[in-house]
């Protein structure tokens, strides 16, 4: 099971730390990652950590202002947005893959949390 949270209303130029806890999971070479849905538009992926040796991966369009990371003691992944704009809002997913970032399968989806960010 996954549940993201830490989702709410920001003004542009803010951050937000949003929290994916992990539970019922074997964790062992698995992979978390981040999505997100804007209104209209496909799933977009954003990073992914593998869970044994925290290296992090992101997609190029937007590296720089996106951080992922783990807490393996609180089974957590979190990611923190900087310099938040308009255009970032949408519904931040996280989902899980048996496998690590480089051969991930994503068959484990979580609940999004909503981020809105105004001008």
């Known amino acids: 099971q996954l549940q993201a949270s830490g989702g709410g209303s920001v003004q542009s130029g803010g951050s937000l730390r949003l929290s994916c806890a992990v539970s019922g999971f074997t964790f062992a070479d698995s992979a978390i990652a981040w999505f997100r849905q804007a209104p209209g538009k496909e799933h977009e992926g954003i990073s992914c950590i593998n869970w044994s040796d925290g290296k992090a991966y992101y997609v190029d369009s937007l590296k720089g202002r996106f951080t992922i990371s783990s807490d393996n003691a609180k089974n957590t992944v979190y990611l923190r947005i900087d310099s938040l704009k308009p255009e970032d809002t949408a519904v931040y997913f996280c989902?899980?893959?048996?496998?690590?970032?480089?051969?991930?399968?994503?068959?484990?989806w979580g609940r999004g949390t909503q981020v809105t960010v105004s001008s």
């Open positions: 989902a899980a893959s048996n496998t690590n970032c480089t051969y991930a399968k994503y068959h484990y």
